[in-house]
Nanobody, 124 residues
């Protein structure tokens, strides 16, 4: 069993930055890959970024590539999402997903555990 809790959301002006955190507990943190997803009002949940167990492999949605950085600190049981150059299109609830199953990492069904989400709002 894995329990994950996101934090760090808030209101930021367009062009600004935020750093989201996801703290996990339960199984050994370094034993599973993780990802960030987001869901804007009226839209489907979408993949944002993926990171493997060691943090050596990362991948991003095209919409955030070059602006967002996913990372993890296995000693602190924490995954991060550094978000720069935010636009109103980035506004959403951001979710941490844990325990990647090995299927398509861009699909939410590939993860067994989810946090409650943290709200990101971007003013224009």
């Amino acid at each position: 069993q894995v329990h994950v809790v996101e934090s760090g959301g808030g209101l930021v002006q367009a062009g600004g930055s935020l750093r989201l955190s996801c703290v996990a507990s339960g199984r050994a943190f370094s034993s599973y890959a993780m990802a960030w997803f987001r869901q804007a009002p009226g839209k489907e949940r979408e993949f944002v970024a993926f990171i493997n167990r060691s943090g050596a492999i990362t991948t991003y949605a095209d919409s955030v590539k070059g602006r967002f950085t996913i990372s993890r600190d296995n000693a602190k049981n924490t995954m991060y999402l550094q978000m720069n150059s935010l636009t109103p299109e980035d506004a959403a609830v951001y979710y941490c997903a844990a325990d990647y199953s090995g299927r398509n990492y861009r699909e939410g069904s590939a993860y067994a555990y989810w946090g409650q989400g943290t709200q990101v709002m971007v003013s224009s």
